[in-house]
């Protein structure tokens, strides 16, 4: 079956620290990719995705996320994070088989102390 | 582009009674989505439209809920009757791609509605 995991509920971070957020997938074809963010009180927006080519992407914000299809993972990083990054980051892959649709994982809620 | 738009932003109701949200996707998109989000249960699709064609409904709760889209740019979730357990912020979200399977899905505001 198709699904998406992101194995960390909430994580907190230093501001200036690195940042990696983990999503694993299950999809039998290739995949397609996403990492959104939700900020307080708003909808989800679009960091990054991944169709094909370069498995490294870059996003806005000075994200970016790694597909490693041998551990059916999609990880986001990113080298030096801000107060502003506090938010929840869902991955979400896009699935063609069986019907079209985009499945979200539960989502990780990043805080960030001073 | 305005992005996608919706109303009202919040919605305070009393329970029994009929709510309508409304969703005006961006132009020129063919897939349109109602997301329900809870602390308790995270983000949920709902339903999602492709040509104004109701395509997955599995995640309307039940029967109070329904969703139309009568043309390419307007759609509607209505719940009734409302029940408290309905309070939830509702998001729509548009997509150039069938399901939002292979491009970005753009989000509203989202509508916060509360059922007392």
């Known amino acids: 079956a198709q699904s998406v995991t992101q194995p960390d509920i909430h994580i907190t971070v230093s501001e200036g620290a690195s940042l990696e957020l983990r999503c694993n997938y299950s999809y039998g074809a290739t995949p397609y990719l996403f990492w959104y963010v939700q900020s307080p009180g708003q909808g989800l927006q679009l960091l990054l995705k991944?169709?094909?080519?370069?498995?490294l992407v870059q996003g806005i914000k000075g994200f970016e996320a790694e597909f490693k299809r041998s551990q059916s993972s999609f990880n986001l990083r990113k080298p030096s994070v801000h107060w502003s990054d506090a938010a929840e980051y869902f991955c979400a892959v896009g699935a063609r088989t069986g019907g079209f649709k985009t499945i979200f994982g539960a989502g990780t809620r990043l805080f960030v102390k001073a | 582009d305005a992005g996608v738009i919706q109303s009202p932003r919040h919605e305070v109701t009393e329970m029994g009674q009929e709510v309508t949200l409304r969703c005006k996707p961006i132009?020129?998109?063919?897939?349109l989505f109602w997301y329900r989000q809870t602390m308790m249960r995270g983000l949920e699709l709902l339903i999602y439209f492709n040509n104004n064609v109701p395509i997955d409904d599995s995640g309307m709760p039940e029967d109070r809920f329904s969703a139309k889209m009568p043309n390419a740019s307007f759609s509607t979730l209505k719940i009734q009757p409302s029940e408290p357990r309905d309070s939830a912020v509702y998001f729509c979200a548009s997509s150039l791609s069938p399901g939002g399977s292979t491009d970005t899905q753009y989000f509203g505001p989202g509508t916060r509605l509360t059922v007392l």
């Open positions: 132009s020129g998109h063919n897939s």
């Open positions: 991944y169709f094909s080519g370069d498995t």
